[in-house]
């Protein structure tokens, strides 16, 4: 398998890796696995199994993981994983029933109570909420920078606040949800190995949901870890909720050790609905991407739109920084607009309401394109400082643009904003 691996692109083995027909009758797409338990050969294999799974020795160079228990590990679920390491290029991958559950136990592994987390902003609301509500009660303290700020910024913040010996997990996304603003994954992995030490890693993790497996690869920039909500490009049909953690063989082996306590992995059914997302994963984000630029144009010429947050229009002289990272970080200035509507919250409303062929909805990376309002919605539970200095205002529109003809985005874009 690993000269297939090497030979073949990823979104051509999409259909067939990790998987073997002979153990499924000979079935040409991998089956559901619809099962809680599986049988042991004999008692030693058994024995064998669980001694690998709670990490008791160490796998043999040749020796494959035995099926034990589905809140282990399912065939669905390993394939499914396998193959989504092709696309970042990692050494290993865990599966969640959510992008939340993936974001909480990666912090709940490496943070400890007196930890500190430094996290950019703007944020996900969820993550936002979690970081700022949730680890508090376990005594885990939270400092944030601003996404656009240079690596001597970053590290004044945490020397201003005398927090480098505490700090144990630096947590960006970019580009930012929803402003599209970028941050320097180079940079934030110069600050994390300045604040290291032997017995205290200081673990690098990127949220690269907005721009999937196809448009940016941390790993290859400093990242540690990677995370997703797969509910996004990866799932990309509106109709499965999932999360994804990528990284090295020792980090994800800690992930799923957790993962298997906390019992928040990913079922059989998830494992496989991924699993036939993956099929067309590349050229759906790669239309995805087409139309987007296509809108983004549309937008940034009409009069009742004060500004568009699209990566596509970085350029050297305007924004050289932010540029400079485009070009290094990234493949594709992606499908996620953001937008300045001209007023405020009535006329994001009247234009919100007024879509007919985009979906008011939150979330984002589907087939369909959908529209939201981030200040009232996804990102409701930012204070109102923090909304003001990020730039999440009223007037702020979110769209995720997808497959459909962009004439006819562009076209249902032009009718609602009519009637603004």
């Known amino acids: 398998m690993s000269d297939t691996k090497s030979k073949f692109r990823p979104e051509s083995l999409m259909m067939s890796y990790g998987y073997k027909p002979e153990l499924s009758q000979g079935a040409i797409k991998c089956p559901i696995f619809q099962t809680s338990t599986f049988v042991f050969e004999n008692a030693e294999a058994g024995k064998s199994f669980f001694e690998l799974a709670y990490g008791l020795r160490e796998k043999d160079a040749d020796e494959e993981m035995g099926l034990i228990y589905s809140r282990l590990n399912n065939p669905d679920l390993e394939i499914l994983e396998n193959r989504l390491c092709l696309w970042d290029e990692a050494e290993a991958c ?219 229009f970085l350029n050297e002289k305007d924004s050289p920084d932010n540029y400079r990272i485009f070009k290094r970080q990234l493949s594709s200035a992606g499908a996620m607009i953001s937008f300045d509507i001209k007023g405020g919250e009535k006329e994001s409303f009247r234009f919100l309401n007024g879509l007919k062929l985009i979906k008011l909805a939150v979330s984002l990376g589907s087939t369909e394109s959908l529209a939201e309002h981030p200040s009232s919605m996804t990102h409701s539970d930012v204070t109102p400082d923090d909304k003001a200095l990020y730039g999440i205002s009223d007037s702020l529109v979110r769209i995720s643009i997808g497959v459909e003809h962009s004439d006819d985005l562009i076209s249902d874009c032009s009718q609602a904003l009519d009637l603004v």
């Open 94 to 312: 865990a599966v969640f029933e959510s992008g939340m559950s993936a974001i909480s136990t990666v912090m709940m592994e490496f943070l400890n109570p007196g930890d500190y987390i430094l996290y950019s902003n703007p944020l996900y609301g969820g993550t936002y909420h979690f970081v700022k509500n949730v680890l508090s009660r376990f005594g885990i303290h939270a400092l944030a920078f601003h996404a656009h700020e240079p690596e001597d910024k970053i590290a004044e913040i945490i020397e201003e606040h005398g927090i480098g010996d505490k700090l144990k997990m630096i947590y960006i996304e970019t580009p930012a949800n929803p402003t599209n603003q970028l941050v320097d994954i180079r940079a934030c992995r110069s600050v994390a190995d300045k604040y290291a030490t032997d017995d205290k890693p200081v673990y690098l993790t990127v949220d690269n949901t907005y721009m999937g497996p196809l448009w940016q690869h941390p790993l290859q920039h400093g990242a540690d870890i990677i995370v997703y909500s797969a509910t996004k490009y990866i799932g990309g049909h509106s109709d499965v909720i999932a999360g994804a953690v990528l990284g090295n063989a020792e980090v994800i082996t800690r992930v799923k050790t957790l993962r298997t306590f906390l019992g928040n992995m990913a079922g059989p059914w998830t494992g496989w609905l991924l699993m036939r997302s993956l099929e067309t994963l590349k050229v759906r984000m790669t239309q995805q991407a087409e139309n987007a630029a296509e809108v983004a144009k549309f937008l940034r010429d009409h009069p009742k739109v004060q500004t568009v947050h699209y990566l596509g």
